[in-house]
């Protein structure tokens, strides 16, 4: 399908659609879950079990969801989330305020604090997330700054899910948006990149929207040619159906800036 750029998310892409259908956390629903339970366990992984932290993270891409946020919010007391859509910020915003109609991640929070060993402390948990997120931000990956006139010292860590395949239309731009969002780190800060692999659409309510097909390799190759050093990434395959969307695996990738 045609490539969906940013100016047709911030015309056509509706949060709520979004959440309803890839965030609804539930037993029953355990195949649709799969790369959210693949996600979070990884960023467990990243932010609890191997312990990167810091003072700042940003995220990159953040779009209507805090899941992101539930194990680095342990790590991180600084949290910046960004996109380049105002209903984003908006939907964010609404459970943030805990204002009617937010979206109801408590599922999910009680999952993630399991994984912790403690899933008593749910509630303790959403409070730690909306401490910690300090901003939401305007952003846009495929620009050299892009915060635009937004300037913030280096941040300890990034984190992206999501974002770069939607917002690239071709491999060529894919790396060049790493490359822009790796201004916003330190040399030796980490990147945590969740990414979907060989998907070429995905929908929102009735509206499919573009995604750069990707694979394992060529995620790996963009990481070492924006200076980046990979940790791990661990890959898994799901199985959403395809009225919903192609995709055929999940990665998530740790990796630091080089020095130089
Ligand atoms: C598939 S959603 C991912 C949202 C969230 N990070 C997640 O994990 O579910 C893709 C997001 O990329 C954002 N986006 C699209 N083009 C962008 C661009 N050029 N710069 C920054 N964000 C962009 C969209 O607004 C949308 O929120």
């Given at each position: ?15 709520k ?7 609804t956390?539930?037993?029953a ?70 204002e ?49 006139p ?36 330190k ?11 060989e ?62």
């Open positions: 399908m045609a490539f969906t750029e940013k100016d047709f998310y911030a015309g056509h892409f509706n949060p659609d979004y959440l309803d259908t890839y965030y956390f539930s037993s629903k355990e195949h649709e879950n799969g790369f959210l339970i693949f996600y979070l366990k990884n960023l467990h992984q990243a932010f609890i079990l191997d312990d990167i932290k810091g003072d700042t993270l940003i995220d990159i891409g953040s779009g209507p969801t805090i899941y992101q946020f539930l194990s680095a919010c342990e790590s991180f007391g600084e949290i910046i989330a960004t996109d380049y859509c105002e209903q984003n910020w908006e939907e964010m915003q609404r459970w943030l305020r805990k009617p109609g937010a979206f109801d991640w408590s599922p999910v929070v009680k999952y993630v604090c399991e994984l912790e060993g403690n899933r008593e402390k749910w509630e303790e948990k959403e409070e730690k997330v909306r401490r910690a997120i300090k901003q939401i931000l305007k952003c846009d990956v495929t620009q050299p700054s892009p915060l635009g937004v300037s913030l010292p280096p941040a300890d860590c990034l984190l992206s899910s999501l974002c770069l395949e939607s917002a690239c239309k071709d491999l060529p731009t894919f790396r060049s948006a790493l490359k822009n969002i790796s201004s916003l780190v040399p030796g800060g980490h990147l945590v990149l969740c990414s979907i692999l998907e070429t659409y995905y929908k929102v309510g009735q509206q499919p929207f573009s995604c750069l097909y990707l694979e394992r390799a060529s995620v790996e190759e963009a990481l070492k040619g924006a200076g980046f050093a990979v940790k791990w990434l661990n890959e898994t395959k799901i199985n959403l159906p395809l009225s919903v969307t192609d995709a055929k695996a999940v990665c998530v990738a740790v990796a630091q800036k080089c020095q130089n």
